[in-house]
């Protein structure tokens, strides 16, 4: 078992910048994608960005390109969210994930984090 803790979130004005980061209980535990989803008011939890833990590929959802950069740090074993310009759209809980096998990037997470909660209001 492995515990991911999210942190980073806040309320930002439309058009602002926000970092979300996700570190784990265990350095050494074997991931194959690192992710980001989100649960937006009265939707369900949707993909946003991934990262491949080894060789460091991205992936995003439409909705986030240009504006949002995933990245990760092996040797402080963490992953970053950058989120820029964002917009009350973006309003959601953010959570990070483990996924330990290959697969279709957006689903088969074994891990998750608690979430942290991102508001984007004027």
């Known amino acids: 078992q492995v515990q991911l803790s999210e942190s980073g979130g806040g309320l930002v004005q439309p058009g602002g910048s926000l970092t979300l980061s996700c570190t784990t209980s265990d350095r050494t535990f074997s991931r194959q994608t690192m992710a980001w989803f989100r649960r937006r008011p009265g939707k369900e939890r949707e993909f946003v960005a991934a990262?491949?833990?080894?060789?460091?590929?991205?992936y995003y959802t439409d909705s986030v390109k240009g504006r949002f950069i995933i990245s990760r740090d092996v040797a402080k074993d963490t992953m970053n969210l950058q989120m820029n310009n964002l917009q009350p759209e973006d309003t959601a809980t953010y959570y990070c994930?483990?996924?330990?096998?290959?697969?279709?990037?957006?689903?088969?997470?074994?891990?998750w984090g608690q979430g942290t909660q991102v508001n984007v209001s004027s």
């Open positions: 994930a483990i996924k330990t096998l290959m697969g279709v990037i957006g689903t088969g997470y074994d891990y």
């Open positions: 990262i491949n833990w080894d060789f460091g590929g991205t």
